[in-house]
């Protein structure tokens, strides 16, 4: 199993930025996918999730700023980051959980640099 984010970079604050994370896994439409991210020197956090059957979630750090979607034809997660901020520098993992057979599957991660 490989989950491979990209997408990050450097950008302005108030800029956007479009995440996604390929999945190499069998059966992708019933696994729970979700990204979180870790600032230098903090946890690593929740930042957004969409169920298997479409329904989204997110913080309320970057709620109304960041959407979460999913297509199933290709596998793969994506996160649409606007109106980013400087807090939002971070290091952003994608993630696949399925409760059955209890997966948890975490991807390499990827730099979102966001400055002044």
């Known amino acids: 199993v490989q989950l491979q984010a990209s997408g990050g970079g450097l950008v302005q604050a108030g800029g956007s930025l479009r995440l996604s994370c390929a999945a190499s896994?069998?059966?992708?439409?019933?696994?729970?996918m979700g990204w979180y991210r870790q600032a230098p020197g903090k946890q690593r956090e929740w930042v957004a999730v969409?169920?298997?059957?479409?329904?989204?979630n997110c913080a309320d750090s970057v709620r109304g700023r960041f959407t979460i979607s999913r297509d199933n034809a290709k596998n793969t997660v994506y996160l649409q980051m606007n109106s980013l901020k400087v807090e939002d520098t971070a290091v952003y993992y994608c993630?696949?959980?399925?409760?059955?057979?209890?997966?948890?599957?975490w991807g390499q991660g990827t730099l979102v640099t966001v400055s002044s």
């Open positions: 993630n696949a959980k399925r409760v059955i057979g209890s997966y948890d599957f």
């Open positions: 896994i069998n059966i992708f439409s019933l696994y729970v």
């Open positions: 969409v169920s298997s059957g479409g329904s989204t």
